[in-house]
T-cell receptor, first 113, second 114 residues
Framework: DAGVTQSPTHLIKTRGQHVTLRCSPI?????VSWYQQVLGQGPQFIFQ???????GRGNFPDRFSARQFPNYSSELNVNALLLGDSALYLC????????????FGPGTRLTVT | KNQVEQSPQSLIILEGKNCTLQ??????????LRWYKQDTGRGPVSLTI?????NTKSNGRYTATLDADTKQSSLHITASQLSDSASYIC?????????????FGKGTKLSVIP
């Protein structure tokens, strides 16, 4: 059974552009969470989606948005990219909203130049 | 403010030796505490999960302890191997007032050398 998958694996964008990152959860998992991990730091929580609704939001500007589709896959969108948005973006899936276990994907490495 | 502090920031040990990583947290109300292993550029992989009622949990050569009264946890690695070289991240879950959120520590970077 496939784990959490994310695409693309790497991405290079310039300041001001827009980016869309994609995540497919483990089959049967209904909750998807997004995290930003800057080099040398722990992951920072961005969003949690459960049953296609936003259930949690971290301290990120409105340039960051996300959605979850009927098949529970998810997209993270970032507008007006800044240099500081360069990071590893991690997606994690869990069976339910408050499940103990979260399974992380390999991440998308975004570089903003 | 909910915080998770890990120490040391980095650690170098010889292959075969044991080591202990520390995690202190101020998250309240506390739901559970997890330790993850993260290889460079990869997603974190869960090692252990403990609720407030659990004092210790093992996963092979990894043993985690939790003292919910002092809000401290440790991860002990025995007979270290070169493949243990990674960042180890402590994650505490906040669950209250209809909110459910994970707070991550910055991690301890472990290097195991021959």
């Amino acid at each position: 059974d496939a784990g959490v998958t994310q695409s693309p694996t790497h991405l290079i964008k310039t300041r001001g552009q827009h980016v869309t990152l994609r995540c497919s959860p483990i089959s049967g998992h209904k909750s998807v969470s997004w995290y930003q991990q800057v080099l040398g730091q722990g992951p920072q929580f961005i969003f949690q989606y459960y049953e296609k609704e936003e259930r949690g939001r971290g301290n990120f500007p409105d340039r960051f948005s996300a959605r979850q589709f009927p098949n529970y896959s998810s997209e993270l969108n970032v507008n007006a990219l800044l240099l500081g948005d360069s990071a590893l973006y991690l997606c994690a899936s869990s069976l339910e909203r408050t499940s103990y276990e979260q399974y992380f994907g390999p991440g998308t490495r975004l570089t903003v130049t | 403010k909910n915080q998770v502090e890990q120490s040391p920031q980095s650690l170098i040990i010889l292959e075969g030796k044991n080591c202990t990583l520390q995690c202190n947290y101020t998250v309240s109300p506390f739901s559970n505490l997890r330790w993850y292993k993260q290889d460079t550029g990869r997603g974190p992989v869960s090692l252990t999960i403990m609720t407030f009622s659990e004092n210790t949990k093992s996963n092979g050569r990894y043993t985690a302890t939790l003292d919910a009264d002092t809000k401290q946890s440790s991860l002990h690695i025995t007979a270290s191997q070169l493949s243990d070289s990674a960042s180890y991240i402590c994650v505490v879950t906040y669950s209250g007032a209809g909110s459910y959120q994970l707070t991550f520590g910055k991690g301890t970077k472990l290097s195991v050398i021959p």
